[in-house]
């Protein structure tokens, strides 16, 4: 099982950006590293999924180094509605896993 | 495309009654699992469904059991219900595409057990 470190919690203000380090020292090769973010009584919404180097959709990037044991998810100028809790997940590679949350980083964004 | 479905939203049981959460996967995803999670926690991996069979269990006693139709819906039933098993029951749906997998989550069912 691939075990993940995350800070608890974060501050920002509005229109900065957060950067959200996730540590895996025990990553296998076949796994991926996933990232969710979750509002209070709602299910996770995934974000970014990425396996190495550098990934970027519409709402955030992730960086992965190449020894794969931390990745960074970076969400770009946040605003008030990005305050939640963020999630890595590490170990989604086609059935043969557990998957293990941590219990995540609570990012609040300030005005 | 409609997204990941759960019934009920909320539900209150008392200890040692049964309970039955259902899920509908999203459009084209053929494997379902399920979560618990309490306040504060991270989600808890209770099961995997894939094929109507069980793939893979979370550290969860036998109270917890499931079932995967040939729709690709799936029930969690927990039996014997304890004032610990209150959390928020999340079920998550994927397909994996050369290899590579996404779990996407639904909005979950509230259980209160008094």
């Known amino acids: 099982l691939a075990k993940t470190t995350q800070p608890i919690s974060m501050d920002s203000y509005e229109g900065q950006e957060v950067n959200i380090t996730c540590s895996h020292n025990?990553?296998?090769?076949?796994?991926?590293i996933t990232w969710y973010q979750q509002f209070p009584s709602q299910g996770p919404r995934f974000i970014i999924q990425?396996?190495?180097t550098k990934v970027t959709n519409e709402v955030a990037s992730l960086f992965i180094p190449a020894d794969r044991k931390s990745s960074t998810l970076s969400l770009p100028r946040v605003s008030l509605s990005d305050t939640a809790v963020y999630y890595c997940?590490?170990?989604?590679?086609?059935?043969?896993?557990?998957?293990?949350f941590g219990r995540g980083t609570s990012l609040i964004v300030h005005p | 495309d409609a997204g990941v479905t759960q019934s009920p939203t909320h539900l209150i049981k008392t200890r040692g009654q049964q309970v039955t959460l259902r899920c509908s996967p999203k459009s084209g995803h053929d494997t379902v699992s399920w979560y618990q999670q309490a306040l504060g926690q991270g989600p808890q991996f209770i099961f995997q469904y894939y094929e109507e069979e069980e793939r893979q269990r979370g550290n969860f006693p036998d109270r917890f059991s499931g079932h995967q139709f040939p729709n690709y819906s799936s029930e969690l039933n927990v039996n014997a219900l304890l004032l610990g098993d209150s959390a928020l029951y999340l079920c998550?749906?994927?397909?994996?595409?050369?290899?590579?997998?996404?779990?996407?989550f639904g909005p979950g069912t509230r259980l209160l057990v008094l």
């Open positions: 998550a749906s994927s397909l994996v595409l050369a290899g590579e997998e996404t779990q996407y």
């Open positions: 997940l590490v170990a989604l590679s086609g059935g043969s896993y557990i998957p293990t």
């Open positions: 990425g396996y190495k």
């Open positions: 025990n990553i296998a090769t076949n796994d991926y």
